[in-house]
């Protein structure tokens, strides 16, 4: 549900930005968000709990909606780095009021391994910084509606990337893979690449 927040930025996008889309451009749209949602799915019981937090997943998918359109409008008189800047200044100072509870704190006192752990948490920050820098970037230069769909394909490289840790690292990650999981994950796949692609190559 999270991940079908793009149907909801181009919903958004084509009446208060003016942006158009041919009636190609919508089904890869629709392909690439339900591959999403569907390589998302763990295949066991996940009916139920969808069911039970339904609401919470569309309110933050519209919310990821909300925000894309309103960057993307800002960005018409907002230069790229300051914009980036405001987000993160927001993000980070909000994230560390939360973190700074005792609990955390005596937490991470005591956590085995923490050197490990935290040089693990710092590689992981740079790329995340990385990937949010090139969004922002691409929300300047292209269509919100199209771009958000490329960036929700992200389940498709997150399942891509189990697969190579399972081979290199099995005794690391509890991913259990059944034959109707690798069907289910193969039919989204084929769907994300097929909107992605659709969406590159159609103007």
């Known amino acids: 549900m999270v991940h079908a927040h793009p149907v909801f930025v181009a919903v958004l996008a084509v009446p208060l930005l003016d942006e158009t889309l041919t009636a190609v451009q919508w089904l890869a749209i629709f392909m690439t968000v339900a591959g999403a949602v569907l390589i ?73 391994g923490r050197n490990l ?3 693990v948490i710092g590689v992981n920050e740079t790329l995340a910084l990385a990937g949010i820098i ?15 769909t490329v960036m929700g394909s992200r389940p498709f490289f997150v399942f891509l990337y189990v697969v190579l840790l399972r081979r290199l690292l099995p005794a690391k990650l509890d991913e259990r893979l059944s034959r109707g999981i690798v069907a289910l994950k193969v039919i989204s796949m084929a769907l994300v690449v097929g909107g992605v692609a659709i969406i590159n190559v159609v103007d």
Request: hydrophobic share 45%; aromatic share 10%; proline share 3%.
């Open 134 to 148: 090139l969004s922002f970037w691409a929300i300047e230069r292209g269509p919100v509606s199209l771009v958000s």
């Open 40 to 112: 998302s799915l763990r295949g066991q019981g996940w009916g139920t709990r969808l069911r039970r937090s339904f609401g919470m997943l569309l309110a933050s998918g519209l919310l990821f909606a909300v925000a894309n359109v309103a960057t993307k409008y800002a960005s018409e008189s907002v230069p790229f780095w300051n914009m980036y800047s405001i987000t993160a200044i927001c993000l980070g100072g909000t994230f560390l009021l939360l973190s700074m509870r005792p609990s955390v704190i005596s937490e991470l006192r005591n956590m085995e």
């Open 117 to 119: 752990t935290l040089g």
